[in-house]
């Protein structure tokens, strides 16, 4: 699948007062951006209805923080740390995150559009009735996370962990799980119709759905 990636200056802006600039932000309902934000913590702030436009974050930590209808367009995201924040309802458009955290994140409600995240550990993530168009999960780790009633138009699960994942009311036609892990997810049976996997992992997700598979060359005693 094909992304649009973020399309980011040649030269960004340092920022060296974070706290300052989002306050700023705030007061005079600007955008944050051209700029580029490194090695900085931030925990617990309110940052609602921020812009973030065409700005690099590297190895920030903004854990706690709430993000609801925050925008982040052409975005990119490298090694942060972004648990148990709250981004309900926020907007991201040609973004990507490279080895960041979120474990815990709510990202409820959110809309992702052109959005990768490449390695990383977003275990029980809740991304519950989010609209998930061209989104790709390349070698991240999503255990326990929930993914109900969600829309994906199409996402692409490469290599990731699902162990213990729900998928309530979310359709998987045409999603290829087969270099991922599935053991114990959390589906009622008719999400998984159309969904693309190995004989393995069918076997496994039959015994989800309590059917009893049996070999006729190995009866069972």
């Known amino acids: 699948m094909k992304l649009n990636p973020p399309a980011l200056p040649r030269e960004l802006e340092e920022v060296s007062d974070l706290d300052s600039l989002l ?3 705030q007061e005079e309902e600007t955008d944050i951006s051209g700029r580029r934000i490194a090695d900085t913590l931030l925990a617990g702030k309110e940052l609602d209805g921020l812009c973030f436009r065409s700005s690099r974050l590297e190895n920030v930590r903004l854990t706690d923080c709430s993000f609801r209808r925050t925008a982040f367009l052409d975005t990119a995201f490298e090694s942060c740390d ?13 973004c ?10 709510l990202l409820s409600r ?4 052109h959005v990768s995240f490449e390695g990383g550990d977003l275990r029980y993530s809740v991304w519950d009735a989010a609209s998930l ?29 699902l162990i213990g994942a729900g998928f ?14 599935l053991e114990g997810i959390q589906a009622a049976g008719f999400e998984l119709k159309g969904a693309i996997v190995t004989a393995w ?21």
């Open 133 to 161: 168009r061209r989104v790709r999960f390349d070698s991240v780790t999503l255990d326990g996370a929930s993914f109900g009633d969600c829309a994906f138009d199409p996402v692409a699960f490469q290599e990731s962990s």
């Open 96 to 105: 990507r995150f490279h080895g960041c955290k979120a474990v815990g994140g």
């Open 168 to 181: 309530l009311r979310t359709s998987l036609n045409g999603v290829d799980l087969t270099s991922c892990r």
């Open 110 to 113: 959110a809309r992702l559009f």
């Open 23 to 25: 306050c700023t932000a």
């Open 201 to 221: 992992q069918a076997a496994e997700l039959a015994r989800l759905l309590g059917v009893v598979i049996r070999d006729p060359d190995f009866p069972a005693e």
């Open 82 to 94: 972004l648990s148990n924040s709250d981004f309900d309802g926020a907007f991201f458009q040609r």
